[in-house]
């Protein structure tokens, strides 16, 4: 038959089919003496598997090799598999932002993060945090304490959920900007090093008596230079002589940065797990009120 009628029986394009020729994929059966092309029934059914294989998404090398038998079909068709998935996820990851862009008010940083999280792949975001995490611990002992926080820091998931929600997307965003940082970098590695130095003697503050009896003083307002913000901290670290005092206030605010524990709360949304209960405003308290002894 001629190009016209397969054409029309097959519902691909003149055009499509002759490209598909011209590129060896569907090579014409015979010509007319006219010089026409012509095509007979084995044409009309690899046409139907070129079309099908395109409709997936393969490129015509992949095509051409299949119909070599160069190439397993199986093979080829498990690779595209992959890519679709890669693509799908992409989807997702711009459908999120959409939906953020869509709310308004964002700025001109946050608009240029949500433009390069679209761009980025799972690697690239891993490679972000493992590259944020390295300058910050560099020269840090394996076996510190401090370096126990660059093995958390790292514990970033390689790819967003597959359905990723727009707070997961949100989080990201607000991630890369706090590593970007150079504050925040320099902000984590002054703790990294101060607790690769720390020793027993500072390890007596319970983090669960400044949460208990810190926090509430904190969020009512209590003056914790007062005698009742006093009388809180004596029930948290006890009778301390004021020189130990103010050297335990020194040491919590070293480890205390409100956005340090920004970030393990958006690693916590990232990996749809609970966030951790907010703690630096209690232990600032805290600070506050055992550098205030006299």
């Not at 294989?53 to 070599?68: F, I, K, N, S, Y």
């Not at 706090?178 to 130095?197: I, Q, T, Y």
């Not at 400044?210 to 009388?231: K, N, S, T």
């Not at 301390?240 to 050297?247: K, M, Q, R, S």
Request: charged share 30%.
């Amino acid at each position: 038959m001629t190009i016209g009628r397969l054409a029309r029986r097959s519902g691909v394009p003149v055009r499509t089919i002759r490209f598909w020729s011209d590129s060896g994929v569907l090579p014409e059966s015979d010509r007319s003496l006219s010089g026409y092309r012509m095509y007979d029934a084995s044409a009309v059914a690899r046409l139907d598997l070129v079309r099908t294989l395109r409709e997936l998404g393969m490129g015509l090398d992949d095509v051409r090799a299949v119909l070599a038998e160069k190439t397993d079909l199986a093979e080829v068709a498990a690779a595209h598999v992959a890519a679709i998935d890669d693509r799908i996820r992409s989807l997702r990851v711009q459908r999120a932002v959409c939906t953020l862009l869509a709310r308004g008010g964002h700025t001109t940083e946050e608009l240029r993060l949500m433009n390069d999280l679209t761009r980025l792949s799972a690697e690239d975001r891993q490679r972000m945090i493992d590259e944020f995490v390295a300058e910050a611990f560099a020269g840090i002992d394996d076996d510190a304490p401090g370096a126990g926080i660059a093995r958390a820091m790292r514990a970033l998931p390689p790819e967003l959920p597959d359905e990723p929600t727009t707070a997961q997307v949100e989080a990201w965003v607000e991630l890369a900007d706090l590593v970007a940082d150079p504050a925040f970098k320099a902000r984590v590695r002054e703790m990294a090093v101060a607790g690769a130095n720390r020793t027993e003697r500072e390890e007596t503050l319970d983090p669960q008596a400044v949460i208990a009896h810190a926090g509430p003083a904190q969020a009512a307002g209590l003056d914790p230079a007062g005698a009742e913000g006093q009388q809180v901290a004596a029930r948290i670290v006890g009778e301390l002589p004021v020189a130990e005092a103010h050297e335990m206030a020194d040491m919590i605010r070293t480890f205390t940065d409100v956005r340090v524990e920004r970030y393990w709360t958006l690693l916590c949304i990232l990996q749809d797990r609970e966030p951790f209960p907010l703690g630096a405003p209690a232990f600032e308290w805290l600070a506050e009120a055992l550098a205030a002894r006299s």
